[in-house]
C-alpha cells in the first residue's frame, strides 16, 4: 500500500539514497540532486510540511520538495526535485507525490507552484506556461518549459519575475546563490529538438554546463518518476 507522508529527521540517509538512485541514468543531469535536497533543507526556502515522502510496504521509494520563491512580492513555491526510486518508476507515484503536495500547499495558503520542467509531463497535472499568469522566468527558456500550477483555483494575476532565494551552506555543499542567474542564463540552452522528443541538452560551448545543471534542477527540470 503507498502512503504519502512528510519527510522527518530519520528519513534524510534514505531519501537522499532514492533521489541519487533516481537521477543516476537520467540525461543532462551531473547526479548532484540528493545534495540539493540536503542543501534545501538548510536553507530559509524550506518547508518541512511540503518535504513529502511516497511509502511502499515500511520502504521509501519516492520523495518531492517544494520550496519558497518570490514573484513580486508575493510567496510561491518551487518544485524541485521530483524523484522516484528506478524499481518504481511509472507506476504513477510521481503523480501522487505532486497532487499530495498541491492540496497540502493550497492548504498553507500559497497560490502558485513553478517548475522549469519537461513539456509533456506536467501539463498532465494541470502545469500551464508560467507567463499566462504573469510570472516571469529570470533566464531565458522556451515558454512551454517554464510553467506554473495554480494552487488556489482563483487564477490570481501576478505581474514579475521569478526570485530564487539563496541555499544556506551546509555539509553538502555551498549551493546556489542568486548571483549566478546571469551566469545561468548564458550556460543554460535548449537543444531545438523534434517536437516528439524535447529533449533538453547542453550546449558543448558552455564551460560549466555541469555546475549549473544542479542550480537549473532548483526550478524544476525533468522527473525521475
Avoid at 500547499?105 to 506556461?129: E, M, V
Avoid at 546556489?176 to 550546449?203: G, L, T, V
Wanted: proline share 8%; with cysteine.
Amino acid at each position: 500500500m503507498l502512503t504519502i507522508r512528510q519527510e522527518k529527521p530519520e528519513d534524510y540517509r534514505q531519501v537522499e539514497q532514492v533521489v541519487e538512485q533516481a537521477f543516476a541514468r537520467a540525461e543532462h543531469t551531473d547526479h548532484d540532486e540528493h545534495n540539493l535536497v540536503a542543501r534545501l533543507r538548510g536553507s530559509e526556502a524550506f518547508i518541512p510540511e511540503l518535504s513529502l515522502v511516497a511509502e511502499q510496504d515500511g520502504r521509501i521509494v519516492g520523495h518531492i520538495l517544494f520550496t519558497k520563491l518570490k514573484v513580486g512580492q508575493t510567496t510561491q513555491l518551487a518544485l524541485a526535485p521530483l524523484a522516484v526510486h528506478p524499481d518504481f518508476q511509472r507506476q504513477g507515484i510521481g503523480g501522487a507525490l505532486i497532487e499530495e503536495g498541491h492540496r497540502i500547499a493550497a492548504q498553507l495558503g500559497y497560490d502558485y507552484s513553478i517548475l522549469l520542467g519537461h513539456p509533456t509531463y506536467y501539463p498532465r497535472f494541470g502545469y500551464q506556461p508560467a507567463s499566462r499568469f504573469g510570472i516571469q522566468s529570470p533566464f531565458d527558456v522556451p515558454d512551454e518549459n517554464y510553467m506554473a500550477f495554480d494552487l488556489s483555483g482563483r487564477h490570481p494575476q501576478m505581474s514579475g519575475q521569478v526570485e530564487y532565494p539563496p541555499q544556506r551552506k551546509t555539509s553538502a555543499g555551498c549551493g546556489f546563490f542568486r548571483d549566478d542567474i546571469e551566469r545561468r542564463k548564458r550556460c543554460f540552452r535548449f537543444n531545438p529538438a523534434p517536437a516528439s522528443a524535447r529533449r533538453r541538452a547542453w550546449r558543448p560551448h558552455c564551460p560549466k554546463r555541469r555546475r549549473w545543471a544542479a542550480a537549473r534542477r532548483q526550478s524544476g527540470g525533468r522527473p525521475a518518476v
